[in-house]
């Protein structure tokens, strides 16, 4: 009597952010973690005394506002001199960065938040979820002063 296949089940592999370290990804797998929120993009001021860092509703210059993708990405270092380039080594050394950011939260050993486009499989759940600074900024520094720019609800 012939034998009849048994159906395989598809077994679902564990993602990378789950199995790999941020020092084990690649440089897709890296990139593909930022969740296109644009709240790092955002002017910050630092406190000298306590070290508290609040955000401003001013963006980088580069920032895109509607799209919330930087205009000049793969130069921004050279074309804004203060853009932190976020790698797996320094991720840890920035404690301002949103604690809704995917590199943060798996740097501290957390899980992503459902809105994040690797988990919903939708880029624009990151807008609907009111995570984004989409429509919420100005790229130019007004002439007012910075500290009547700070807002409190990047870091919520």
């Not at 002017?43 to 509607?66: F, P, S």
């Not at 930087?70 to 840890?92: E, F």
């Not at 919420?136 to 990047?154: A, F, G, T, Y």
């Amino acid at each position: 009597m012939p034998k009849t296949p048994i159906p395989s089940k598809k077994i679902k592999e564990t993602p990378f952010w789950e199995r790999k370290t941020l020092d084990q990804m690649t440089k897709q797998e890296w990139e593909s973690l930022c969740d296109g929120c644009a709240r790092c993009c955002l002017i910050k001021l630092e406190d000298v005394d306590t070290g508290n860092v609040d955000y401003t509703d001013i963006a980088c210059k580069l920032l895109d506002i509607n799209t919330c993708k930087c205009k000049g990405y793969p130069d921004r270092k050279k074309i804004v001199p203060d853009c932190i380039v976020l790698d797996p080594q320094n991720i840890k050394d920035f404690k301002w960065m949103p604690s809704t950011c995917a590199y943060r939260l798996l740097a501290e050993g957390k899980s992503l938040l459902w809105w994040h486009p690797l988990l919903s499989g939708d880029p624009k759940t990151v807008h609907q979820a009111k995570i984004s600074v989409k429509n919420r900024v100005v790229n130019e520094k007004p002439d007012d002063i910075l500290e009547d720019r700070i807002v409190s609800w990047p870091k919520k």
